[in-house]
């Protein structure tokens, strides 16, 4: 009788765990938010770390397969170079640059980007 209580409890306590984790999980998830996604734009030459402007007309949905086609569509696109910086803090942080803009090129390679460091919305 005490065992049967007592797994009871256990799959409770696990069942209530799990909740808790997914609610910070989605609680976190709605506070980045406004940190945008970053993407790596790679050429024969050289590679850039890029934002996709969150209010221009006519961006790209900020996915790589969606960004690539939009560049072989249009032949050149707008985007927000990003940077390591050192925040004021004295910390690392990706932070927009200048806004460029990247014409279509055949060897030209977009890759999602993740930085170990914490990001600057685009102003």
């Known amino acids: 009788m005490k065992t049967t209580s ?12 799990v909740s808790l984790a997914t609610v910070f999980a989605s609680v976190t998830a ?4 406004t940190k945008p996604l970053l993407f790596k734009i790679v050429t024969v030459k050289d590679d ?3 934002a996709v402007p969150p209010d221009e007309a006519g961006a790209p949905r900020p996915e790589a397969a969606a960004i690539g086609q939009a560049l072989a569509a249009k032949g050149a696109l707008t985007f927000w170079q990003y940077a390591t910086r050192k925040a004021a803090d004295g910390a690392l942080e990706m932070a927009p640059r200048a806004k460029i803009s990247v014409l279509a090129h055949d060897s030209l390679r977009v890759e999602p980007y993740t930085p ?7 102003p």
Do not use: E
């Open 6 to 17: 007592l797994r009871r409890f256990g799959a409770a306590a696990t069942l209530a765990a």
């Open 48 to 50: 850039v770390i890029v």
């Open 116 to 122: 170990a460091v914490r990001v600057v919305p685009v």
């Open 30 to 33: 709605m506070a980045d938010t």
